[in-house]
């Protein structure tokens, strides 16, 4: 067993679906020439996930990554790098007065994956705000 080979044919065929379509949306064509798997049965597993809201479709039909991929990685709980970030963000936003974004690319677009809203209302002097930023770009 390889690592794009569980046994499972199926599901590694299905896997290789949803992983071809982050990369953007891809008509029945390009999934089979980017995945290697027979047009029937990339048509019949593309169709089955988009049953199961795993697939949806773009308004040209083009086969994209549905809602349920969202949720499912919503569930799966709190991205390790929010988490160690929240600290920064906060003394950022604290130092500033502003709002602090992280931002995430993913292969898509760049999203923002955490923003702290503004807690302060006054901007502190100028060296204090350059000496916060320092420390965080140090750390």
């Known amino acids: 067993m390889d690592k794009k080979n569980s046994g499972v044919g199926v599901l590694d065929k ?18 089979v020439a ?9 048509h019949r597993l593309a169709v089955a996930l988009e ?9 040209n039909g083009r086969f994209i990554l549905g809602p349920r991929s969202a949720e499912l990685a919503a ?5 390790r790098l929010i988490a160690a970030a929240a600290p920064a963000l906060a003394a950022l936003r ?3 007065g502003e709002s602090a ?5 993913n292969r898509r677009s760049s999203i ?15 060296s204090q705000v350059f000496a916060t ?3 965080l770009v140090h750390h």
């Open 112 to 126: 923002v994956a955490k923003e702290i809203s503004v807690s302060v209302l006054q901007l502190p002097n100028v």
């Open 94 to 96: 604290d130092a500033t």
């Open 133 to 135: 930023l320092s420390l």
């Open 75 to 79: 569930a799966a709980g709190e991205d």
């Open 101 to 105: 974004q992280l931002p995430q690319e």
């Open 51 to 59: 049953f199961h809201r795993l697939v949806a479709r773009d308004l």
């Open 14 to 31: 299905a896997v290789g679906i949803l992983a071809t379509l982050e990369s953007g949306p891809h008509s029945l064509a390009e999934l």
């Open 34 to 42: 980017a995945t290697g798997i027979a047009r029937p049965t990339a």
